[in-house]
């Protein structure tokens, strides 16, 4: 069974956002071509989003390094308003104990025994950021056997330093991960 598991498409991490990825709001069409055509094919669909506490470790006022960003129940939190989020899509939370961060959508979470569930054998990855949970979460696919390929229209990276972005893709494709577009992935 193929699956296909959207990041962190949240407000927080695009334009206007907490955490504003540049150009974030630029995989929503993409992502919803893909969307739509699991929602035709009947395949199964996961959202992975970033739900912290607000005195959340990752936080600079509690030692970590960013901004507070997608703290559960406020609207930072939710989905973007134009992402296309069907009745039955599995939600998985992540990152939403205050001592302990997790960038993988496996951390901590039930992904993994949700994926088990559906039979899932290949994932499709698209969303945010390229350089931390989507990163992450494609490692941490492809160790527990997954054939994983991401949509490469639907990434975009925070960059602290200008190379992370490539140089996490250059990471992924070495641990054995798929690059393809979403004309090809909804064929
Ligand atoms: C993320 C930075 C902080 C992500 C989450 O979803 O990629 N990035 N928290
Ligand atoms: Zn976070």
């Not at 992975?48 to 990752?58: G, L």
């Not at 160790?143 to 893709?169: H, S």
Request: hydrophobic letters at 40%; charged letters at 25%; glycine letters at 8%.
């Amino acid at each position: 069974m193929k699956v296909l598991i959207i990041v962190d498409i949240q407000k927080d991490f695009c334009p206007g956002g907490r955490l504003a990825v540049k150009d974030g709001d630029a995989v929503l069409s993409p992502s919803n071509r893909l969307l739509g055509a699991f929602k035709e094919a009947g395949l199964p669909v996961i959202f992975t989003r970033d739900w912290h506490p607000a005195n959340h470790c990752s936080f600079t006022d509690f030692g970590g390094i960013w901004p507070s960003h997608c703290v559960a129940e406020t609207s930072g939190a939710d989905f973007h308003d134009n992402l296309i989020i069907p009745d039955n899509a599995l939600i998985i939370s992540k990152a939403d104990r205050p001592d302990k961060d997790a960038y993988s959508g496996f951390e901590g979470t039930d992904l993994d025994t949700e994926l088990k569930n559906l039979d899932a054998d290949e994932i499709i990855i698209a969303g945010l950021a390229t350089d931390y949970c989507v990163k992450n979460t494609v490692l941490d696919a492809l160790r527990l056997g997954y054939k994983t390929t991401v949509a490469q229209e639907c990434i975009r990276a925070v960059n602290i330093n200008p190379e992370d972005g490539k140089q996490a893709v250059k990471e992924m494709i070495k641990a054995g991960a798929i690059f393809d577009s979403v004309v090809n992935l909804i064929k």
